[in-house]
């Protein structure tokens, strides 16, 4: 019998030259060439500042209107940012609103953080439904926004985040932006969350491909959220590599054209992606941000297990992210492995999968 396939855990880190893997979101391709010219004279070994390295938290002032140092926490990748947050707002048994299909660990960051997650679904084009949101958020304590989206590759109207700043503000809601594809995205630039209730998380895994080297950031003007991580922090990680703080320092200074080359990149493949599924007859929203697809499969558990199994190639089931009977596909690999991951994936629809 094969091997059950639990969820994202099983994929992590996996992988040889027979396996194509659409699974894990992480850029294949190498990090500016500025963050590892430091290596070769860099000495500094030592605990650094739990709130991260002031230069490292100066440079990232510009990209933020009215930011300063002290706005910023540096932390291993926006996985310990959003975690922290959590954690620091957290009010026993409160409700954070999230999206479906959402981001695989959001349900459990917020229970670990001692809340309950609550959801409402994207409307048919992978969209925020603002009604929808309007009817649940009055009853939770957070939101989660998510744009562009893990999983749906979708990029949420300005005019939407506009409405859900201010209606958040009103009601006091907590808002956790996390924008770490802020910079993929193939439809229009990023547009910021702001407001005295926004909270921003990021991070130098996919715009500078260092997902490995563990180092994103929370933005926030509430000075007493960010005493708040930093105290937590101070308990738990404590301060995030500073070899990693100043490579992505370095990766922040290379030329802009290291980001704009590698978007150019996205956007082939994405259309590669995303045409060659349309040719196959699946069922899908077109990526406008970050690097997924998810088509729509019918038992989406078992062609997962099927697809590892029988064709070597690797996908993540549509359950782990809210979304049963749909696969999530990353296209972070070259256009040559897409190529054959297609063909594979034909040959699996034409075979096995017609017969389910
Ligand atoms: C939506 C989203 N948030 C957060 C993360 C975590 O990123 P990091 O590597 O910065 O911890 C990911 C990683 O895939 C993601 O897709």
């Not at 194509?20 to 500025?34: A, K, L, N, R």
């Amino acid at each position: 019998m094969n091997e059950p396939i639990s969820g994202p855990a099983f994929f992590i880190g996996k992988g040889d030259d027979t396996l194509i893997s659409f699974g894990s979101g992480q850029p294949d391709m190498p990090p500016p060439i500025e963050a590892f010219n430091i290596l070769k004279t860099y000495t500094r070994f030592k605990y650094g500042l739990i709130q991260g390295e002031e230069s490292l938290r100066a440079a990232l002032t510009p990209l933020y209107p009215q930011a300063a140092a002290e706005h910023f926490v540096i932390t291993n990748g926006a996985s310990e940012a959003i975690d922290l947050v959590l954690r620091v707002i957290s009010k026993q048994g409160a409700k954070v609103l999230l999206p479906r299909p959402y981001y695989y660990s959001y349900p459990f960051n917020v229970l670990f953080a001692g809340m309950e997650p609550a959801y409402y679904d994207l409307d048919k084009d992978g969209k925020i439904d603002f009604p929808a949101f309007e009817k649940e958020v009055e009853r939770c304590h957070a939101v989660l926004i998510n744009s562009p989206s893990n999983p749906t590759g979708t990029v949420q109207e300005v005019e939407t985040l506009k409405k859900i700043e201010a209606l958040c503000e009103r009601l006091g809601v907590w808002v956790i932006s996390d924008e770490v594809y802020k910079d993929i995205i193939y439809v229009r630039e990023n547009y910021l969350l702001q407001g005295p209730r926004v909270v921003t998380v990021n991070s130098f895994s996919k715009t500078y491909a260092m997902c490995g080297l563990r180092v994103g950031y929370v933005y926030s003007q509430n000075k007493e959220l960010v005493d708040g991580i930093i105290e937590m922090k101070t308990h738990t990680a404590m301060n995030t590599s500073i070899v990693g703080q100043m490579m992505a320092l370095a990766a922040l200074s290379s030329p802009r054209s290291y980001v704009a080359h590698n978007l150019e990149m996205w956007k082939e493949r994405r259309d590669l992606m995303y045409d060659g599924m349309l040719e196959l007859g699946l069922e899908l929203w077109k990526p406008e941000g970050a690097f997924y697809v998810l088509p729509k499969f019918k038992d989406s558990g078992r062609a997962v297990s099927d697809l590892y199994h029988n064709y070597q190639v690797i996908t993540y089931d549509g359950t782990w992210f809210g979304a049963p009977n749909r696969i999530r596909f990353s296209y972070a690999l070259d256009a040559s492995k897409i190529q054959e991951g297609l063909r594979r994936l034909k040959e699996f629809l034409g075979k096995e999968h017609a017969s389910y």
